[in-house]
């Protein structure tokens, strides 16, 4: 049975879950999305999702078309029709069907889509034994151009430095903000352990506000560990002991290379497996 996608209260097929080419999302990048998973039926930290969609629409002066309680439920009915319980979802709003011209306010219609499919995480030995990463010569995008806060369709600045990545055979690429500062991968941030202190760039360092990095975060203070938000550089990284990525995609993935230089030992530290193992009981699949 194909996929049902759910676009403003209806349902489609995956083959007619279709949207007008004249979409200023399509058209501009304008819109805004989400991406969350699903464990044994609930959606991780859905509030968590739904302030960040709401802040990212307000940041864009998008009004969605609905509550964030029925956007929930919306979610959660997709999920039940397509029978999933561990699942990624994407959520996305655009700007609607407009004229070809940039300005939103002459768009009407904004489209809620939410697509629910099966999971296809990193290949477990990433897991396993880490994974490997380069430096972007991509920068992250300066806030005050576009803040990296708002999970816009605008995604190129990523994956520019995605290209990066894959043409260096990585899977994932660090970009550095203006300032040289390490802000965060192309779809998950960074955190990095020295003499077993947990550090990840701050908000301001120009990064998304991952919902896992949060979680991480609450669960690394609550097993006793010491975690600081502070400007990192590639210094750090180069002399650390450990690193690792979050996002809702990858969960907790190490990190044992960058730019061909073997992090600590070049094997998945202490600290890190601690934390994955201790996430696994906060998903609890
Ligand atoms: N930074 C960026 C730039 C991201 O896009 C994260 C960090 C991690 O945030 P969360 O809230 O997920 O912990 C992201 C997340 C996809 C996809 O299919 C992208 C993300 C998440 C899930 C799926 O491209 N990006």
Not at 210 to 228: F, H, P, S, W
Request: hydrophobic share 40%; charged share 25%.
């Amino acid at each position: 049975m194909s996929i049902k996608v759910y676009i403003n209260g209806e349902y489609f097929a995956k083959e007619d879950a279709k949207i007008s080419v004249f979409d200023h999302g399509l058209l501009y990048g304008d819109g805004i999305f989400e991406g969350m998973r699903a464990y044994s039926g609930k959606v991780f930290r859905h509030q968590a999702h739904m302030d960040r969609l709401w802040n990212s629409a307000r940041a864009i002066a998008l009004e969605i078309p609905m509550t964030k309680e029925e956007m929930m439920k919306a979610v959660d009915d997709t999920l039940a029709l397509n029978g999933l319980t561990d699942a990624y979802i994407r959520l996305v709003v655009t700007r609607g069907a407009g004229n070809l011209g940039l300005n939103p306010y002459n768009c009407s219609n904004p489209q809620v889509i939410i697509i629910t499919d099966k999971i296809t995480l990193y290949p477990q030995a990433l897991y396993d034994n880490g994974m490997e990463i380069v430096t972007a010569s991509t920068i992250r995008m300066p806030a005050a151009a576009l803040s990296p806060r708002i999970k816009s369709l605008n995604y190129l600045n990523n994956i520019m430095a995605k290209l990066e990545a894959k043409t260096a055979g990585c899977e994932e690429a660090l970009l550095l903000n203006f300032k040289g500062e390490i802000a965060e991968c192309t779809g998950d941030n960074i955190f990095i352990i020295k003499d077993e202190v947990i550090y990840t760039p701050p908000t301001d360092a120009g990064i998304l506000e991952g919902i896992t990095r949060a979680a991480v975060i609450d669960l690394a203070k609550e097993l006793g560990y010491e975690v600081r938000e502070v400007a990192r550089t590639r210094h750090d990284l180069y002399i650390a002991d450990e690193c690792f990525l979050t996002g809702s995609a990858a969960e907790l993935i190490p990190v044992v290379k960058i730019d061909m230089r073997p992090i600590g030992d070049g094997k998945v530290g202490p600290v890190t497996k601690d934390l994955i193992t201790h996430f696994r009981d906060l998903i609890v699949r």
